[in-house]
């Protein structure tokens, strides 16, 4: 039964995915940690090869909508493993608290944009 | 491609990377607001590429964890996977059926729930 319920977590995670392009870990390592009782770090694992398989189909399925600029996501993709060891620097340097504020400051910024366009006249001109 | 081109996708490759490595959310989630605010990409394209960067981005973390430390469960995995696929294949064709604003307020919520989130939990 909880395997069941996992499946349909993973269903709208894989739904949300493909909506808003994300790889859906988010809502993936709950689905095996608090339905499945899974470890943290063996969920978060697995997640990542759940994440690899739906971005190859999702992406599959936007680039039939010629949705998909593959040279931009591969030079942000390629740069990503830098981004994980500055993370790694920073993290021994900076308290967690202090960077949970920065990210949570950086997705307020972020949303206010996006907003912004949502709610302009003409999305071409605003941002 | 030009130097100021590649240096903002670098940005934004970097943030995804350190990002996700320190709370577990920040591939897609800087990705696509990014794109579109420093490149204008419309909503649509932005999610795709994105999509595209995080096969890379997951490829070479899980090829981390999987192949140095064996903590990837691949039987419940690949159970749960199956369903994950597809839902991303309903989620893209629905994306095509709704206006690109509602992808970008559907985003939105998203940061200002990761937001709240980062700082209360």
């Known amino acids: ?127 | 491609m030009d130097s100021r081109h590649i240096w903002g996708l670098a940005l934004i490759g970097t943030l995804a990377g350190a990002f996700s490595g320190l709370f577990g959310v920040g591939g897609g989630t800087v990705i696509v607001p990014m794109l579109i605010a420093l490149y204008a990409y419309g909503d649509r394209l932005a999610t795709g590429t994105s999509l595209a960067a995080i096969i890379v981005i997951a490829i070479l973390a899980a090829a981390m964890q999987g192949g140095l430390y064996g903590n990837v469960d691949f039987g419940t995995g690949l159970i749960l996977v199956g369903p994950a696929i597809l839902g991303v294949v309903a989620g893209t064709a629905i994306q095509q059926r709704i206006p690109e604003k509602a992808v970008s307020l559907f985003f939105a919520i998203l940061l200002i729930g990761v937001a709240i989130e980062m700082v209360v939990g």
């Open chain 1, 1 to 127: 039964m909880d395997l069941v319920l996992a499946c349909l977590i993973c269903l709208v995670g894989g739904i949300v995915a493909g909506l808003i392009g994300v790889g859906g870990g988010i809502v993936f390592v709950p689905a095996m940690t608090i339905v499945l009782s899974k470890g943290q770090v063996e969920a978060e694992a697995t997640s990542l090869m759940m994440i690899a398989l739906v971005s190859v189909v999702g992406t599959w399925r936007q680039l039939g909508y010629g949705n998909v600029n593959l040279k931009d996501a591969l030079v942000i993709g390629l740069l990503s493993p830098i981004g994980v060891l500055v993370g790694v620097v920073v993290a021994n340097a900076v308290p967690e608290r202090a960077l949970r504020i920065g990210f949570a400051m950086l997705a307020l910024y972020m949303a206010w944009r996006l907003l912004k366009r949502v709610f302009a006249d003409d999305p071409q001109t605003s941002g």
